[in-house]
Every structure is written in structure tokens, then in C-alpha cells.
């Protein structure tokens, strides 16, 4: 079953390009699939989106999968983990994006209610049921 999270966290206003270009250099993931702690796979990333306006900034992921491992695995990344050190030095609320653990925390507390999610119904060929 597909789903999304969200997170929302604000820097320093007099940051923002700083913030802005640390934000366009995210890669890729390493993978879109989901692994547990035995390396079975158990979900796939889908997409990932990041918003900014003034001093805040919303990254939206939609995803297969549980949430934790999820998180376990985003907060291991090796492609990530330079910019997400870059970025802790401008938040407004100081967190240690580091660690796994500090990532988790991070993101257990800038984490967003999802009030609904839709897309449209498709039939087995694709197309969009009417």
C-alpha cells in the first residue's frame, strides 16, 4: 500500500541561499528498495519532493513499505549524510543529523499529520477509472 510522510523543520532566515543550495544538491538515493535489519526488502521508496518557502521546508515521500524502516534506512544513507551535516548548522531548532538515531529524532519531531492522501482509481490496463 502506497503512502507518504512528511516533514517540515525552518532555518535561519539570513541562511536561506545557504539552505537553498545544500537542498539542490541531494542525490539520488542509494536505493528505491526498502531493506529491514537482515537486508530483506520490504517496501520501495516511490518519490520524494522538498519545498521551500521564506525559512521553511517541507519534504514529502511517498513510499511502500513500514515507516521505521524507512527511516532506518534514510538515516543511513552515505549519499546523504554530507548534506544532512551541512544542513544542521542552520536550523532554528538545533538537531544532530549525524547519527541514525539523532536523523530519527530529527524526524520524529518534525513530522507532519497527513490529513489524506488520493490518487485517482486506475483499471488493471492504467487508465484512469471514470
Known sequence: MTQVAAIAWTFRREC????????????????LQITDDDGNVVGRMLATAVFLRDNLVVRVME??????????QKSMESTHAEIDRALQQYLEKPADLSTPEGFRTFFADSAM?????RKPAQDPTGAIAR
Open 113 to 117: 499529520r497527513c490529513l489524506y492522501f
Open 63 to 72: 513510499f511502500e513499505g513500514p515507516l521505521p524502516e524507512l527511516l532506518r
Open 16 to 31: 536561506r541561499n545557504e539552505v537553498e543550495n545544500l537542498l539542490l544538491r541531494y542525490p539520488p538515493p542509494d536505493s
